[in-house]
């Protein structure tokens, strides 16, 4: 089985070469790394090459013009996951919110569903102990506020830590999507749904980035609340015809 796990990277020069180690050090068969980097200013592609040369096939760099958002960064790492012959795709952030060491668990839940995710929500799973009372309502309410517009059938639908079967992804239109920042992850949840796919939870502990600077703006926040819908009233425009 061969799992390539996607690295959207925008300015994560002082993370990647650590998250990459963790990775490789993960007791996982046949396990490889695709980074995507948006052109970022600091070095982080030139960084990526440079591992990239360390660990021969395992590790492959797509260097993008720009930044042009994570949706679209994914977009370009699907397809080329795909095109290496990849039967499970991963996604996660480059910023150690997305703890290395569950992925194995995460891996072994596969053979139960169609896109495990890394939930921040099921039992078991909770988010950084320091955060402020009125971080942790907002992320608890942006989530709870997708979930019910969408119903979707999962805990966690706007985090980004997961797998995906080859048969999966292949299954929805992801090439369509039409959202840029975070809401992907909702989008991409949904289409799933719509296709009857199976889903699988594993708690995690959500962490706060210790290096580096976050990508999360008001604008993404606002994409988020309206995206979601657009995509109730396309998929009740779909039904009505």
């Not at 929805?172 to 799933?192: D, M, W």
């Amino acid at each position: 089985m061969k799992i390539i796990q996607i690295i959207p990277t925008y300015n994560e020069v002082e993370n990647l070469p650590i998250l990459v180690s963790a990775l490789f050090s993960l007791p996982v068969d046949n396990f490889n790394i695709l980074i995507v980097d948006d052109n970022s200013p600091d070095g982080t592609g030139k960084l990526a090459d440079r591992l990239a040369q360390e660990h021969h096939r395992k590790l492959r760099v797509i260097h993008r013009h720009g930044k042009e958002g994570l949706g679209k960064a994914y977009i370009d790492g699907f397809r080329c996951a795909l095109d290496q012959g990849a039967d499970v795709i991963g996604m996660m952030d480059a910023d150690f919110s997305h703890p290395p060491d569950r992925l194995p668990i995460m891996i072994e839940k596969l053979d139960q569903a169609d896109v495990v995710i890394g939930s921040r929500y099921t039992p078991g799973g909770s988010v950084d102990k320091d955060w402020a009372f009125y971080r942790k309502a907002l992320s608890w309410f942006g989530n709870l506020y997708a979930r019910t517009i969408l119903n979707l059938p999962i805990k966690d639908v706007t985090g980004g830590f997961r797998l995906w079967r080859r048969s999966a992804l292949e299954a929805i239109p992801f090439e369509n999507t039409c959202s840029s920042g975070y809401v992907f992850q909702v989008e991409l949840n949904y289409l799933a749904k719509l296709a009857g796919l199976r889903f699988k939870e594993v708690p995690i502990y959500f962490a706060e980035r210790t290096r580096g600077t976050s990508k999360m703006s008001i604008t993404i926040q606002l994409e988020a609340a309206y995206r979601v819908w657009q995509l109730r009233n396309k998929n009740n425009h779909i039904k009505s015809r």
